[in-house]
């Protein structure tokens, strides 16, 4: 059975950094396309960033573009998004996913598997 587990959330000031890991298990992941998303309370789950395995196509949403990178530890089945000058808007439960697929998607519907989420919190 296949299982995403996040990590690494937290409560940080504007400004700050936070790495969240994503640690993929019951499955190689090796060659398939893996994003990352995000819900706010009140709001859709939104695209924040995806990667192809190889890295050669790599998306981010425009609200984190420049800020957040993601990259992947293909032989340890992990990915990560690293979050640099986080803003109070980036607040919000962040999950990990994997497509099936090895192309790379920014649409939730795309994906096959999810995390459970893990809670950033950015203070002002």
């Known amino acids: 059975q296949v299982q995403l587990v996040e990590s690494g959330g937290g409560l940080v000031q504007a400004g700050h950094s936070l790495t969240l890991t994503c640690a993929v298990s019951?499955?190689?992941?090796?060659?398939?396309?893996m994003g990352w998303f995000r819900q706010a309370p009140g709001k859709e789950r939104e695209f924040v960033a995806a990667?192809?395995?190889?890295?050669?196509?790599?998306y981010y949403s425009d609200s984190v573009k420049g800020r957040f990178t993601i990259s992947r530890d293909n032989a340890n089945n992990t990915v990560y998004l690293q979050m640099n000058s986080l803003k109070p808007e980036d607040t919000a439960v962040y999950y990990c996913?994997?497509?099936?697929?090895?192309?790379?998607?920014?649409?939730?519907?795309?994906?096959?598997?999810w995390g459970q989420g893990t809670q950033v919190t950015v203070s002002s």
């Open positions: 996913a994997a497509d099936r697929s090895a192309v790379v998607h920014t649409e939730r519907r795309a994906y096959d598997y």
């Open positions: 019951g499955g190689t992941f090796v060659r398939n396309a």
């Open positions: 990667r192809s395995w190889s890295g050669i196509s790599t």
